[in-house]
């Protein structure tokens, strides 16, 4: 698959479902588009005409605001009609603000409140390991939701329980709703942190194909423990205007306007 052409498409597609709201939580949902690109290109064993085949890998988006770019990473995988994604919020819609497993095919988790998402795969990969499934959980945690103690909790029993089959990346696009992660509260260095909860660790450019490829790839090859993979990213990647927009990006407005000029530097 072009991971490249790929990315655009759920870029452009994460946009029409903010543009259908007019805003919503832009910056974060662009940071992690070829995450899933190549998690979904590359990676993936799923079925968008059985989506709750039980030998599937897992998505759990713990960063569950980010729903827009999985939305249009699964309707272009063919999970739904491409037109769900005019309808983000929407009085009715099968896409909510935040993921939820009831209403989307293709959501392997529900989110709300943050920083529960690492336990929920915590869950699901011990399931796998229970009932002999050989397929991987993968979860994608943002900086901001690592400052609760509860991921740390999870961290502990993945680490203790060995859990190899389950794969976290994490969105460390520096920023969280409230200002800069360091000055929030600052989570330092995260591969070294989840390295001392047992993880096997590793850092890499999260807007890098080949490295993503290699880092997943490495990991899925690595028995014995869980795994990290910490992304360097960039708040609303891929459009220039939203990249220099700083903090403002992580929940902002998607005007006609603002959505003409994305489409054009996406081309």
């Given amino acids: 698959m072009d991971l490249v052409q790929f990315s655009k498409e759920i870029r452009r597609n994460t946009l029409r479902c903010l543009h259908s709201q007019g805003s919503g939580h832009v910056g974060g949902s662009l940071s992690i588009v070829d995450a899933l690109a190549v998690l979904y290109g ?34 272009l995988k063919g999970f739904f009609p491409m037109e769900w994604l005019d309808t983000l919020n929407k009085l009715g819609t099968r896409l909510p603000s935040h993921v939820n497993i009831n209403l989307t095919p293709g959501v392997d988790m529900t989110a709300g409140s943050l920083g529960q998402g690492l336990s929920c795969a915590c869950g699901l990969a011990l399931g796998n390991i229970a009932n002999k499934i050989d397929k991987f959980v993968y979860v994608i945690t943002g900086e901001g939701e690592l400052q609760e103690g509860q991921c740390w909790e999870a961290a502990m029993f993945a680490g203790c329980k060995h859990l190899d089959n389950l794969i976290v990346l994490v969105d460390s696009n520096k920023m969280q709703i409230d200002g800069l992660t360091k000055d929030v509260m600052d989570v330092e260095d995260l591969q070294t942190k989840f390295a001392a909860f047992g993880f096997f660790t ?17 990991a899925k090859s690595q028995k014995g423990a869980p795994h990290c993979i910490v992304m360097d990213t960039v708040k609303g990647k891929g459009v220039s205007f939203y990249e220099t927009m700083g903090v403002g990006v992580h929940s902002t407005n998607v005007t006609d306007e603002q959505y003409e000029r994305a489409l054009e530097e996406l081309k």
């Fill in 42 to 75: 590359n990676h993936m064993n799923v079925d968008p005409k059985n989506p709750r085949k039980p030998d599937r890998d897992k998505l759990v988006l713990s960063k569950g605001h980010a729903g827009p770019a999985l939305y249009a990473t699964l309707a």
């Fill in 202 to 218: 590793q850092r890499v450019n999260g807007h890098d194909h080949e490295a993503l490829d290699r880092a997943i790839t490495r």
